[in-house]
């Protein structure tokens, strides 16, 4: 009895301390990896909802952009001046009555109850305004009606820092000098600002361009992803003539 004991031995402590060593080294390689999985999952996160909420606003104005000029009754002296809602002195202009790089006001008469009036504006959905706000990051919406007059300015956020929430954590837009629209005319060359507005009536498309960044940093790289999206929307309503 006393033999076999006298043969049985613990660890050492060497043993005992490399075999910490080892673990520690274990448990430091799996909280690197558990963390690094971590912030790449947060920065795929953010990089999908700034590419959903882009992708959404970038549809949105496209639907409605594309809708400009509808006039399915061609009613003379349709269209509104948006200032004041006062039958517009440009009616050439159409449904584009404003075409700069950061703001563009479209305009249609697509009451369908039960058919469409022959008055724009007498509903809402029939004047929107877009405009680029370079200073708080963001591009506004306005649906203007003009019924009685023309309604109080309700330009809200549409894609960017909602104004006066700011722990509402939402997307960036940071075009900066990038213009947001451009417009092409009928052979496909680009109608330079300057000429504006009085070559909105030879415009046939317009391009839109967003510089959207996430609102939080990137826990990889410690900047905030900065994405670019495009579209190309085709007024086909604006080239008719004969009203």
């Not at 200032?83 to 703001?103: F, P, Y």
């Not at 809402?124 to 708080?136: H, M, P, Q, S, V």
């Not at 300015?153 to 075009?175: K, M, W, Y």
């Not at 415009?203 to 959207?212: F, G, N, Q």
Request: proline content about 5%.
């Amino acid at each position: 009895m006393n033999a076999h004991l006298n043969h049985s031995r613990g660890f050492t402590v060497v043993e005992l301390v490399m075999a910490m060593a080892v673990g520690v080294v274990l448990l430091a390689a799996v909280s690197t990896a558990m963390v690094a999985g971590q912030r790449s999952s947060t920065g795929i996160e953010r990089k999908v909802t700034t590419n959903q909420d882009a992708r959404a606003a970038l549809e949105i104005m496209a639907s409605e952009i594309r809708m400009a000029s509808f006039n399915s009754l061609f009613t003379v002296n349709l269209w509104r001046d948006p200032a004041n809602c006062n039958v517009s002195g440009n009616q050439t202009w159409k449904g584009i009555q404003e075409a700069t790089a950061t703001a563009i006001t479209v305009e249609m008469d697509i009451e369908s109850s039960p058919n469409p009036s022959g008055v724009c504006g007498d509903t809402a959905g029939e004047i929107i305004r877009y405009e680029y706000d370079a200073a708080n990051l963001r591009l506004t919406r306005e649906s203007i009606t003009c019924t009685p007059g023309r309604s109080a300015a309700n330009a809200l956020s549409f894609l960017g820092p909602i104004a006066g929430q700011p722990d509402v954590r939402t997307v960036e837009v940071a075009n900066g000098a990038l213009p947001v629209f451009r417009y092409f005319d009928g052979r496909g060359l680009e109608i330079p600002v300057a000429t504006l507005p009085a070559a909105i009536p030879n415009i046939r498309r317009i391009e839109i361009a967003l510089l959207v960044r996430s609102a939080d940093a990137d826990p990889n790289t410690g900047q905030k992803r900065q994405m670019a999206y495009s579209t190309s929307v085709i007024p086909r309503n604006h080239g008719i003539t004969g009203f």
